[in-house]
């Protein structure tokens, strides 16, 4: 029987829930069919996680977690329940996690003449299944409009089962764009922008649109991100391999080197010094890459490393495999490279060089990946990673000793919740903040592979891979989605997720800006030269 603290205690859990879930923004739209108001769980789910080790990124407690309306309520030791309609679930022994946030992915996206494979739907259900929460994709605008392709990228969430939000990609430049990119920022919660400094021809721009860009991401608080690597040199190394007969999946590799890649983050992390504005790499791929964004960090510029999970544990050697099918599997961009470079990208995101993980999550089906059969350059880019990303950097970082598991939370939740100005919101398990846990067993091993994945795509670059540290349960906004080995999701329950600019990227810019000024020691006042 309760005390009468405790009685008193589970009184006002209710009336706690209650503020704190009306204390969340609405949100500006939802998936068809999402919760009313888009907001927390909202279906009176009630929820008490016993006995496990709490882990958030700056600490790990022996702690219970109780849960009401899809918000954490109470973290603390000894949770009390008194109320048979609260849902007890035994985490003894296990790790009670924030859910994963995945920052890069891309579903339904239309790519080289196809679209991905998973939609919003089963991407969604790899991701949970997998201990994801949340992703942020990327919107591609529709012949350069945002508008356009901000409404297009709506439609294509109606089935969305989890919470995402978007970035915005700029692939040309003129007035509206930049009047639109205000819009997207001010109205819809898109707090960064992408430019691709590679694909020359579709979505390549050059170093003019680059840096209106990084200007306009300025002075709106949002976030430039850039895909690195040499666009008209990777055209010249393209057309070098056709040319010594070299078309198929090796080709794709060779004809973008490092060094490409390397030069590309160079000249991007110095132009955005030139703008002093943040700057965020997506999917770092090579030593060239990670050494550039080390020696910014080092003289002081706000630079984000984004390593994915292929680039950290896979090599380039599959792309020599015999079977085509094998081979084109791994066509992504920049390349998976040659061995060496993901244990030096492990090395930097364990010392904290590179931020946080994502997966570049950009799956074809091996029907689609041939059209490339007899050019590589016609492989659509692109690997899975969102039901894997989890449980392989829990055992290749955590298991082996390389990150702390409040390292693992920082890298795979944490960071990406505050670069993205979405914490403690996200990102956390804290009174207020959304109820999206896992629950990852350390002793449980896992076996990664095509035809146990939820990922429409028939292959996986994973297959057969091995490791320990499985994730158990999956909790999405206060329901429990994956438990058991079942998936428990319905098609638009998702909810879109406002994210606000000026995050904490830009504290201080302002200040070295007039710090900058103040040592011009210009004008210089001076009379008119003599004729």
């Known amino acids: 029987m309760a005390t009468p603290s405790r009685a008193l205690h589970l009184l006002l859990l209710p009336l706690l829930a209650a503020a704190v879930a009306a204390s969340h923004p609405a949100h500006e739209f939802c998936a068809a069919g999402g919760d009313a108001g888009c907001r927390g769980g909202g279906d009176g789910t009630r929820i008490l996680i016993k006995g496990g080790t709490v882990v958030n990124a700056h600490r790990a407690e022996e702690a219970d977690v109780y849960i009401e309306d899809g918000v954490v309520v109470a973290v603390r030791p000894n949770i009390p329940v008194g109320d048979d309609n609260v849902r007890v679930i035994d985490a003894t022994g296990k ?23 998973d939609d919003f739907f089963s991407g969604h259900a790899a991701a949970l299944a997998g201990g994801t929460t949340m992703h942020i994709d990327f919107v591609i605008p529709v012949n350069g409009n945002l508008t356009a392709g901000l409404e297009s990228y709506k439609q294509k969430a109606a089935n969305a089962a989890m ?18 990119m205000e819009v997207m920022v001010k ?62 999946p090796e080709g794709h590799a060779l004809s973008r080197p490092p060094i490409l890649e390397g030069e590309a983050t160079a000249r991007a992390i110095r132009l955005a ?16 890459a990670m050494e550039e964004i080390a020696k910014a960090k080092r003289e002081g510029q706000r630079v984000i490393g984004e390593p994915v999970v292929s680039g950290l544990v896979l090599d380039d050697s599959w792309l020599w495999d015999p079977d085509f099918t094998v ?22 995101l364990s010392s904290g060089i590179l931020q946080l993980v994502g997966t570049d999550h950009c799956t074809f089906n091996s029907t689609q990946k041939a059209f490339g059969s007899d050019d590589f350059r016609k ?9 894997e990303r989890m449980h392989i950097i829990w055992d290749s970082m955590v298991e082996t000793g390389k990150i702390s598991v409040t390292d693992y939370v920082r890298v795979t939740s944490t960071e990406c919740a505050k670069i993205f100005n979405i914490y403690p919101r ?18 449980r091993s896992f076996v990664m592979g095509a035809h146990t994945h939820h990922s429409r795509s028939n292959t996986n670059v994973y297959e057969g891979s091995k490791g320990k540290g499985m994730v158990e349960v999956t909790i999405s906004r206060g329901r429990v989605v994956w438990e058991d080995g079942v998936l428990n999701i319905a098609p638009g329950s998702g909810r879109y997720v406002r994210m ?16 900058y000024r103040a040592s011009l020691r210009a004008p210089v006042q001076r009379g008119k030269a003599a004729a």
Request: net charge negative; glycine share 10%.
């Open 95 to 117: 790790y009670v996690m924030p859910g994963g946030i995945d920052p890069h992915t891309h579903l339904a996206m239309e790519f080289m003449g196809t679209v991905t494979i």
């Open 163 to 180: 919470d995402y939000g978007f970035h915005m990609a700029i692939t040309k430049w003129n007035d509206e764009v930049a009047r639109e």
């Open 187 to 248: 109205e819809h919660g898109i707090n960064s922008f992408k430019f691709f400094m590679a694909y020359k021809g579709s979505l390549m721009v050059t170093d003019d649109l680059l840096l209106q860009g990084l200007r306009k991401c300025k002075s709106l608080g949002a976030l430039a991100m850039v895909h690195a690597e040499n666009g008209d040199a990777v055209a010249e190394g393209q057309q070098r391999m056709i040319d010594l007969g070299i078309t198929g």
């Open 273 to 288: 010094k030139f703008i002093n504005t943040p700057l965020y790499i997506v999917h770092v791929m090579s030593i060239d």
């Open 327 to 348: 081979a084109s599997m791994y066509v992504m961009s920049p390349p998976i490279r040659e061995a060496g470079h993901g244990k030096a990208l492990q090395a930097a």
């Open 379 to 387: 492989i659509p880019n692109g690997v899975n990673g969102l039901e």
């Open 426 to 443: 996200k990102g956390a398990i804290l009174e207020g903040s959304d109820a999206d846990i896992i629950i990852l067993n350390p002793e």
């Open 500 to 515: 606000e600019p000026f995050g904490y990227v830009f504290d201080g810019i302002e200040k070295s800006d007039a710090a």
